[in-house]
Structure formats: C-alpha cells, structure tokens
C-alpha cells in the first residue's frame, strides 16, 4: 500500500533561515503529491502540488519537486518568516488508494524572530 | 474558491448524548467527501469516505453505527457522533474533492473541535 514518510520534528529556526523538510514516499503507479499546512487551531491548506515526475510545485516561496528516481517530495524555502510557524503535513494520493489521501506524521515548524 | 466550511467550530457535550457535524463546500459541487480525525501532534486518520446519494465506505476499524455520515447532497455532507463518549473527545476534520479539473486535491475545512465531558 501506499505510506509517506516526513522528517521527524519539532524543527526550529530563526526567521531568514533556510528550510528543509524531507517527505519520501512509497506507492504503485504514479500518485499526485502534496504539502498541506496547519496552522495552530485550523484546518489543513493546501500549500502545493505536483502530479507528474519533475513537476515543481511552488506557493508562497515554498518549493517542493517531484523526484521518481528518489520517490521524494522535499518541502524548501529560501527565507522562513515567523508567520511560517505550523504543522506541515506530505501527502500522496493514487497509486493504489485512487482519490484518497495518504499523510506522513507531520512535522512541526518553529520560527523564532 | 474551493472553500469548505464545518460547522460547529467547537462543541462540548455529556456523555451519552449525539453530536452533529456539518461540512459543507461553499463554492462548488463535491461529488466525494472524506471525513478525519486528528489527535493531538498526530497526523490525521482517515475515517470514511463519503460519496453523495450513496453510503460511506468506512476504514478498517471505524465503528459505522457510532459514527454515521450522511452526504445528501453535493455540498453537504454530515457526522454524527452518536453516544459520545470521552474516548471521542478529538479534532474532527473534513474535506471535499472537487469532481472536475484536479480532481485528486481535496480542500479541508477548519475542523471541529469536539470535547465530551
């Protein structure tokens, strides 16, 4: 079956740092893949996609491609602000799931100004 | 666009008693709606799949007579928590799939914070 693994967190940074967050996944086929956040009390935002193999996905100075050959799905930014701070989740769906959503375990950002 | 809203936000209820939850897409039509559940610093567990004019398709593990979802239309989809009991106390989150264009993103609501007492 399908399964997303997230780099384990917390992770903390002061603003301006850069931002890696590691996502690799497992599935048949070819599945679309997705960065949602959660900021504190709220639901889940979509905050980019990619649907084929070295498609970019990019939102608010996020980026993430889609890499095949490595089954990875890196979240990174140039530049975090504080407002950044939130639970960012990797998802995939398709492969063997068609339509529903895999998530990894999340991984929790903290900017300090 | 693609915006979908929960109602209540926040609900705190005895023990014994039935809770209900709405999801609703406020600017297009969702064929497929998919309700979750969150504990606290964990990722979210599907719990059913809900397909409008049919039944939902429920997880493996998921008690459907305890958590019984109705998606009567194509923008409304409910949850009700029948008997809540502690154990049920969770962040309830659901989402919606567009049926056109994309149709494999989903667009969540802000969920629903349900303590039972």
């Known amino acids: 079956g399908n399964s997303v693994t997230q780099m384990e967190g917390p992770v903390t940074l002061s603003e301006e740092a850069f931002l890696t967050i590691n996502c690799t996944y497992t599935a048949t086929g070819y599945p679309s893949l997705f960065w949602y956040v959660q900021y504190p009390g709220e639901g889940l935002q979509l905050l980019l996609k990619?649907?084929?193999?070295?498609d970019k996905g990019s939102n608010k100075g996020f980026e993430a491609t889609y890499r095949k050959e490595t089954t990875s799905f890196h979240l990174e930014k140039g530049s975090v602000q504080v407002s950044d701070s939130a639970v960012y989740f990797c998802a995939l769906a398709g492969g063997t799931s068609y339509g529903k959503l895999t998530f990894g375990q999340g991984t929790i950002l903290t900017v300090h100004p | 666009g693609a915006v979908v809203s929960q109602h209540p936000s926040r609900v705190i209820c005895k023990s014994g008693t039935s809770v209900k939850i709405e999801c609703r897409s406020l600017d297009f039509q969702a064929t497929t709606m998919f309700w979750y559940r969150q504990f606290p610093k964990q990722s979210l567990m599907l719990m059913a799949t809900?397909?409008?004019?049919?039944?939902?398709?429920?997880e493996q593990g998921v008690e459907k007579d305890k958590f019984l979802i109705n998606h009567a239309s194509l923008t409304l989809s409910t949850l009700t928590v029948t008997s809540a009991h502690p154990e049920d106390s969770s962040f309830y989150i659901c989402?919606?799939?567009?049926?056109?264009?994309?149709?494999?993103?989903?667009?969540f609501g802000p969920g629903t914070r349900l303590l039972v007492l």
């Open positions: 990619a649907t084929k193999a070295d």
């Open positions: 809900s397909n409008e004019g049919s039944k939902a398709t429920y």
């Open positions: 989402s919606a799939r567009t049926s056109g264009g994309g149709g494999e993103t989903q667009y």
